[in-house]
């Protein structure tokens, strides 16, 4: 099992940047797709974005269709850290996030299809 930890979050204007960071322990993080989740209160825990185990070192990502090019997904299995950049934060980007390991690959989308998540961290966007 691998756990996980997440950094990063904070309070930022509209349009501008943060990056997540994702600290996993555990010998097995390069075998599983990582991912981040987001959840606003009140709503439903949302998919943002997966990145593929490491095969090769060739990775793929998937992402949800409201934060494709402005959010980037990588990880570092040297480090055993998966990192989300966000730039052009929108107001509704606002939540908390989480991330998650997956034994499914980038095709997992549900938080059903995730096995490990880190406790969380706020962002918050002012308008």
């Known amino acids: 099992q691998v756990q996980l930890v997440e950094s990063g979050g904070g309070l930022v204007q509209a349009g501008g940047s943060l990056r997540l960071s994702c600290a996993a322990s555990?010998?097995?993080?390069?075998?599983?797709?990582m991912g981040w989740f987001r959840q606003a209160p009140g709503k439903e825990r949302e998919f943002v974005a997966v990145?593929?185990?490491?095969?090769?070192?060739?990775?793929?990502?998937n992402y949800a269709g409201s934060v494709k090019g402005r959010f980037t997904i990588s990880r570092d299995n040297a480090e055993n850290t998966v990192s989300l950049q966000m730039n052009s934060l929108k107001p509704e980007d606002a939540a908390v996030y989480y991330c998650?390991?997956?034994?499914?690959?980038?095709?997992?989308?549900?938080?059903?299809?995730?096995?490990?998540w880190g406790q969380g961290t706020q962002v918050t966007v002012s308008s």
């Open positions: 990145i593929s185990s490491s095969g090769s070192n060739l990775y793929y990502a």
């Open positions: 998650a390991a997956t034994p499914f690959g980038i095709a997992a989308m549900k938080p059903s299809d995730f096995r490990a």
């Open positions: 555990g010998r097995t993080f390069s075998d599983y797709a």
